[in-house]
């Protein structure tokens, strides 16, 4: 073997396993943001799941029928409690008008199959994944010789390279083709055969594999194309298979076309992978450069040992159901959110959808279309806190791309201006689609989506940005609402139609617990508040729309105050019929909270305790109801409450419940333990991404809160978490911050580097008994526990805290 294959000495940041993936769920994923590989890891019989981000198929798009003229009928009936009927009325309307259309579906690419010849039952078998360096490997001993299979999908020649090694001369014999992917993944939700909506040809070469899928409803077609690159051994081609005997190494050069002629795109898919040097060395050092700075530009310690780091993942879940993750646990997991988005969200492509860019399935869970009533959020929560920003910019094209559409559906369904998002969108279209209740009256979607617009201004300060995405996204997001909202007789807004995201109110009316419409969702004017907040601070930063300023300073003066109900929680619908139902794993009430700034413990303290009785609720009552996306949903929002016992407690029931052992995370029933074991989606609870990529989101709000002009250090730090550190997290204001702390000694240092001049407030997590700091430090009017200290442009400020016992 080369010097490249020995054993990794760096053992930081591995992911190791000790059993091949029996199905694709549970294989190992690389991507470079593009395109995604999944190794089952098999040695004998070897499956690697190719995919790519512009696979989708299935769409069926009709003009919006007008239901505006509609709507009066629909405010009537629910401001006459007549929920159920005005529950049908939209659906109703739209069946009527036959609008019956369909999302595309994500669907998978091709499999890569390798057979390899075995003398001698498998011995030191080991998968791991480099989340470092995106690489995938596979090893293991026959008899006396060591073999080993490499795999990473490149960030700098955008190919999938694998090579297949071995530590004598003359030792591999393998026969591999490219396939469909397997057809027992083409279920439907209850497992039942689907009826395959494309056709397939494969051709093999003396130095090629190829595959071309037709998808028959649009006639459309997708490809691969795998160049073979051996030392010495020979080649013989069988059938649809390339079978090499003898050789010293193989290399596999592989890309895909998502769509095209594959006339065309064959021969420039050839001319593009002879062009890069048949040489996996090579092509790995050009990669892993990119990848391992974007990677490591974050980097968390808890204080795990090298051996506990060194521990394979089933060890670990089997450890973590004993009730207490391990720090290299919870380290992994950190890691591999951090990994899993940069690997499926890149600048030029589309956001990660989700699963990011890896599917197997036909007939995915819910078409793995990119949904803005919590998912596609939740999956970049951590993006800028994280130091990641450029992941962020998939997010921002895609969504502008489809405000034509959102602004045919604003006037289609209510007759207004501006946007109204869809509940889930596919890249073809941001129509909305559904007629399920929940989804036709869900008008929330688009000001949720503003959040991330302006808080890439918060976190990186770029003026262009702010005015020329930012400011036009949040205008459009204005715009519905001064036509949608209309005042009551107290003078305050009424939201009508409304939702709650997927939950449904209790009460004395005929419905409750049953129907999604409602009025006056908290979450409608929490959002609501945010964009018009947003909108007057952009532009009076930017110094531009004053008339337009005050008219939403008008707008904001009518949106009612948030109300507390009987058990203290905020409420979830401000409307005397609406009763909270705390049986649902949606938490949308609680956004001025978490993930907005608005309440926090110095703003808004009656209203903070008020989110914390809502969640609390959730957890205890709820708790049946909870799932791996609401899971790290709820530990993001006590990591906000400063609870991080109550954080750590949430992301171990997911650890218990909805990890895989390959620790992709499941939307899957935490009382049903193994994710196999309640078959939700075919043969399997659905893997989502959201739950990952959330799950490092709150690990980074455990270890800091940033708002304009203060960030709190270690807001939320579990108990179990004594001693560790961090590096590379970004607050907003433009600080990156690194902390080191030791709470046995009771000592941390924080670190802080500002893109500009400012003046911020810090919070502590304990009494301070004393500081040190490298800058200007006074006390602040919130009390012992804060400081304000003046950071300088480019200069690192430094403080040392001893704190009280």
């Not at 593009?34 to 512009?54: D, F, K, P, R, W």
């Amino acid at each position: 073997m080369t010097k490249h294959s020995e054993e990794p000495k760096r053992r930081r940041h591995l992911m190791s396993m000790r059993k091949p993936a029996l199905k694709w769920q549970d294989a190992l994923p690389s991507g470079n943001g593009t395109m995604g590989a999944m190794v089952y890891g098999s040695i004998q019989e070897e499956t690697i799941l190719l995919n790519h981000e512009e696979l989708w198929e299935g769409s069926r798009t009709k003009p919006l029928p007008d239901l505006s003229r509609h709507l009066p009928e629909v405010r009537r009936l629910l401001a006459e409690g007549r929920y159920r009927e005005a529950n049908r009325l939209y659906p109703d309307k739209l069946r009527e008008a036959d609008y019956i259309v369909q999302t595309a579906r994500f669907h998978p690419g091709f499999d890569l199959k390798l057979w390899t010849e075995t003398h001698y039952a498998f011995r030191e078998y080991v998968r791991e994944l480099d989340m470092e360096t995106g690489q995938v490997s596979v090893r293991w001993l026959d008899g006396p010789i060591r073999y080993e299979r490499r795999l990473f999908v490149s960030r700098s020649d955008d190919v999938i390279a694998l090579v297949i090694r071995a530590d004598q001369k003359e030792a591999i014999s393998v026969e591999m083709r490219l396939e469909p992917h397997d057809l027992k993944d083409a279920v439907d939700k209850a497992g039942r055969p689907l009826e395959l909506p494309f056709s397939f040809e494969s051709a093999v070469q003396e130095e090629f594999l190829m595959i071309t899928g037709k998808r028959l409803r649009e006639g459309t077609e997708f490809g691969a194309l795998a160049r073979i690159a051996a030392v010495g051994g020979s080649r013989t081609i069988r059938g649809d298979k390339l079978e090499i005997t003898g050789a010293d190494e193989v290399l596999l050069l592989i890309r895909l076309f998502p769509n095209g002629d594959s006339r065309a795109e064959m021969p420039n898919l050839k001319e593009k992978l002879l062009s890069l040097p048949p040489d996996y060395d090579m092509l790995f050092e050009r990669h892993q450069s990119e990848h391992r700075e974007l990677f490591l530009r974050a980097e968390l310690d808890l204080g795990a040992s090298e051996s506990e780091r060194a521990g394979v993942n089933e060890q670990m879940l089997l450890d973590a159901y004993a009730g207490e993750a391990s720090p290299a646990f919870m380290e992994r997991m950190f890691d591999y959110g951090r990994y899993l988005l940069m690997s499926s969200s890149r600048p030029g492509g589309l956001p990660a959808n989700l699963q990011g860019v890896w599917n197997g399935s036909y007939a995915p869970p819910w078409s793995s279309a990119f949904f803005n009533n919590e998912n596609i959020q939740m999956n970049y929560w951590q993006a800028m806190p994280g130091n990641m920003p450029e992941t962020m910019l998939p997010f921002f094209d895609f969504f502008e791309s489809l405000v034509p559409d959102m602004r045919k559906n604003a006037q289609a369904f209510y007759g207004c201006r501006g946007i109204l998002a869809p509940l889930f969108a596919s890249p073809d279209s941001g129509l909305k689609k559904n007629l399920q209740p929940h989804v036709v009256y869900w008008t929330a979607g688009a000001g949720w989506l503003a959040q991330h617009f302006y808080d890439y201004w918060l976190f990186t300060g770029d003026r262009e940005f702010l005015r020329n995405r930012a400011v036009p996204f949040m205008k459009e997001c204005a715009l519905f609402y001064e036509d949608f909202f209309y005042e009551g007789e107290d003078g305050y807004y009424i939201s009508s139609p409304s939702n709650s995201p997927e939950n449904w109110a209790d009460g004395s009316f005929d419905g409750a617990r049953e129907i999604s419409v409602c009025v006056n969702a908290t979450m409608d004017f929490a959002v609501a508040k945010e964009v018009l907040s947003h909108l007057c601070e952009a532009c009076n930063e930017l110094g531009i729309e004053p008339e337009n300023v005050e008219k939403w300073k008008a707008m904001l003066n009518k949106i009612p105050p948030y109300e507390i109900n009987e058990d203290g929680a905020i409420r979830e619908w401000m409307h005397p019929d609406l009763k909270d139902n705390y049986h649902h794993r949606h938490q949308s009430h609680i956004y001025p909270l978490f993930p907005g700034l608005e309440v926090t413990e110095e703003t808004h303290p009656e209203w903070f305790e008020a989110c914390r009785v809502a969640v609390e609720k959730r957890l205890v009552i709820g708790l049946k109801e909870q799932t791996g996306w609401s899971l790290s949903h709820m530990a993001n929002i006590y990591a906000r409450l400063g609870e991080g016992d109550r954080a750590l407690e949430c992301l171990e029931i997911s650890g218990r419940s909805c990890v895989g052992d390959n620790f992709l995370t499941y939307h899957n029933d935490w009382r049903s333990q193994g994710i196999t074991m309640k078959s939700m989606w075919g043969f399997s609870a659905p893997y989502q991404i959201d739950a990952n990529l959330g799950w490092t989101a709150a690990m980074l709000e455990m270890l800091l809160f940033s708002a304009p002009g203060i960030i709190k250090v270690l807001p939320a730090l579990p108990g179990r978490w004594k001693q560790g550190s961090i590096r590379g997290i970004q607050a907003r204001g433009g600080v990156e911050v690194a902390i080191r702390w030791d709470m046995e000694a009771a000592r941390a240092e924080v670190r802080l580097r500002s893109s500009r001049d400012q003046w911020l407030t810090v919070k502590f997590p304990r009494a301070i008994r004393q500081l040190d700091c490298t800058g200007g430090c006074r006390d602040s009017s919130y009390g012992p526990l804060y400081r304000e200290v003046f950071v300088q442009r480019g200069q690192e400020l430094k403080m040392e805290i001893e704190f009280d016992s």
